[in-house]
């Protein structure tokens, strides 16, 4: 009877010891898969924010295209009205001298009678 209760406990004993190293497997394989599955988590933030950043660089580089023809368009209309204002400038010039040497004629012809 002795050797059957020795014989018991042993075997108890071994079991007990065999299925407590299983128990940490299992909680090392959970921790690998949550470790994977933030990971995986993380790579898809990663991925979505790379996304975003090169959506937000696209959009940038087309209002600064933008802009930068604005900018042009705005400055051939300046230089096409300079340019009017310079060819109206000489047009009136031109009228005050014909003008001007239109009537100095007069005037001393006048004054010469």
């Given at each position: 009877m002795?050797?059957?209760?020795?014989?018991?406990?042993?075997?108890?004993?071994?079991?007990?010891l065999a299925t407590?190293?299983?128990?940490d497997k299992s909680a090392g394989a959970q921790k690998?898969?949550?470790q994977q599955q933030q990971s995986n988590q993380s790579k898809?933030?990663?991925?979505?924010?790379n996304k975003q950043y090169q959506m937000y660089k696209e959009m940038r580089q087309y209002q600064l295209e933008q802009q930068t023809k604005?900018?042009?368009?705005?400055?051939?209309?300046?230089?096409e009205s300079k340019k009017?204002?310079?060819e109206s400038k000489?047009?009136?010039?031109?009228?005050?001298?014909?003008?001007?040497?239109?009537s100095g004629e007069k005037s001393g012809g006048q004054s010469g009678e």
């Open positions: 002795r050797y059957l209760r020795i014989g018991i406990g042993c075997l108890l004993t071994a079991a007990a407590a190293g299983c128990g690998a898969n949550q898809v933030i990663d991925q979505e924010l604005a900018e042009q368009e705005l400055k051939k209309k300046e230089q009017k204002e310079q000489k047009k009136e010039q031109q009228k005050q001298q014909k003008g001007n040497g239109g």
